[in-house]
């Protein structure tokens, strides 16, 4: 029994994507924003454990060797990324390369920038899974948003199509039928930290 938990546990791995710099907000490194007196890349990986990913990939990007000194993760796994300043697309890319011989079975993505998606939210798209087939994205007001979360025999086609700011956009449109989409709008809010206007939605 005890075993068959911990194989649950790491089934589906978090996948934080944490890469940006923050162009539009003068530079500044989204992860090293603060949110609730700590950095707002620690308040997103607890956000994934308290959802329940036993395995947490960080992937870092902007100012890498600054979050790493700063950052309190422990026991994540950071993955640099030196091909962030290409978008987000090319953090998504690391991410899954890295999970490849983790025996995960889905990735549960969320960005860092989202501070307004809590355990609650992110725990229903993980309640979604059902097979290495899976795809399922959490919906605020029934338009999907994140996290998301791609079955291991997604990941290959994902990585190929992940380019620029675009992720994954492109093929989950393309597979939007075979979505599952989750609604999540009663207990978070989608809100991105992209400008200085947006720096209100930290506390």
């Given amino acids: 029994m005890q075993g068959d938990m911990t194989d649950n546990d790491h089934q589906i ?38 959802a329940g990913c036993a395995r947490i990939h960080v992937v870092l990007g902007a ?8 950052a ?6 950071l993955v640099d990324n030196p091909r962030w300043e290409e978008g987000m697309g090319s953090s998504l890319r690391a991410g899954l390369a890295s999970l490849a011989g983790t025996g995960a ?17 992110v725990a229903r798209v993980l309640a979604a899974y059902g097979s290495p087939a899976s795809l399922a994205a959490a919906a605020y007001g ?41 609604e999540c709008g009663d207990v ?9 206007e947006d720096l209100v939605h930290l506390e």
């Fill in 72 to 77: 309190e993760l422990p026991g994540c796994v």
């Fill in 63 to 70: 100012r890498a060797d600054t979050v790493r000194e700063r």
């Fill in 13 to 50: 791995a978090g996948l934080l994507l944490a890469g940006g710099g923050g162009r539009r907000l003068g530079g500044r490194p989204k992860a090293l924003l603060e949110h609730r007196g700590r950095l707002l890349v620690d308040h997103a990986a607890e956000v994934l454990r308290a």
């Fill in 105 to 121: 079975r889905a990735a549960l993505v969320s960005l860092v920038d989202q501070p307004g998606i809590g355990p609650e939210a």
């Fill in 142 to 182: 029934g338009r999907r948003g994140h996290p998301v979360l791609f079955g291991r025999d997604h990941w290959a086609a994902v990585a190929a199509g992940a380019v620029g700011d675009q992720g994954a956009r492109a093929y989950l449109r393309e597979h939007a039928a075979d979505v599952a989409l989750v």
């Fill in 188 to 196: 978070a809010r989608a809100h991105d930290i992209d400008t200085e």
